[in-house]
């Protein structure tokens, strides 16, 4: 059975807070902030790959069964 790779689509206000978080974290500790900017595109890619792996996002303003959370 071939693999299937789904989309990952990251709005852009999600990816500016992610952005935002690292950043902060570099005034911390940049290893500490390397370490989860490489683990965010490690979940990312893993999403697109094994989506069943990751929980069902349930919001009322969002179509249900559409989009999982990772975070």
């Given at each position: ?31 500490a ?39």
């Amino acid at each position: 059975m071939p693999d299937k790779n789904y989309d990952v689509i990251i709005s852009e206000r999600a990816m500016s807070m992610l952005t935002s978080h690292v950043r902060f974290l570099t005034q911390v500790s940049k290893n500490a902030a390397s370490k989860l900017r490489d683990e965010l595109i490690s979940e990312m890619k893993n999403l697109g790959y094994m989506p069943e792996s990751y929980p069902l996002l349930i919001s009322e303003y969002l179509p249900a069964n559409k989009y999982r959370k990772n975070l």
